[in-house]
């Protein structure tokens, strides 16, 4: 069984930046792609980055180009979202996501949250204007 599990949220004010980290468990970490979702008071669920198994691919939401960056340390089982420059309609729930990925889609972006099999309970990050 593996388990993800966020930290790193909180209250901040705009301009300020943010490091999320998420640390997973119970299975390999280095053959996941990995993603971060977020979910705003009365919104769905969406898509703000990812990086592959490889770590040698990643993609961002338009809404985080130039501001938010993923990264992953397969040494410490860890994958983070360092979030610069947030704004207020960045408050959300942050979600992480693993997905088990075969070595021969090692380079490959998962960007729908159907496609991820495990998922911790989220972290809040509040900006304040």
């Known amino acids: 069984q593996v388990h993800v599990v966020e930290s790193g949220g909180g209250l901040v004010q705009a301009g300020a930046s943010l490091r999320l980290s998420c640390a997973a468990s119970?299975?390999?970490?280095?053959?996941?792609?990995l993603g971060w979702f977020r979910q705003a008071p009365g919104k769905e669920r969406e898509f703000v980055a990812t990086?592959?198994?490889?770590?040698?691919?990643?993609a961002c939401a338009d809404s985080g180009k130039g501001r938010f960056t993923i990264a992953r340390d397969n040494a410490k089982n860890t994958v983070y979202l360092q979030l610069n420059s947030l704004k207020p309609e960045d408050t959300a729930v942050y979600y992480c996501?693993?997905?088990?990925?075969?070595?021969?889609?090692?380079?490959?972006?998962?960007?729908?949250?159907?496609?991820?099999?495990?998922w911790g309970q989220g972290t809040q990050v509040t900006v304040s204007s």
């Open positions: 996501a693993a997905r088990n990925t075969g070595i021969y889609r090692g380079g490959y972006l998962y960007m729908d949250a159907a496609e991820y099999g495990y």
């Open positions: 119970g299975g390999t970490f280095s053959n996941y792609a």
């Open positions: 990086i592959s198994r490889s770590g040698g691919n990643t």
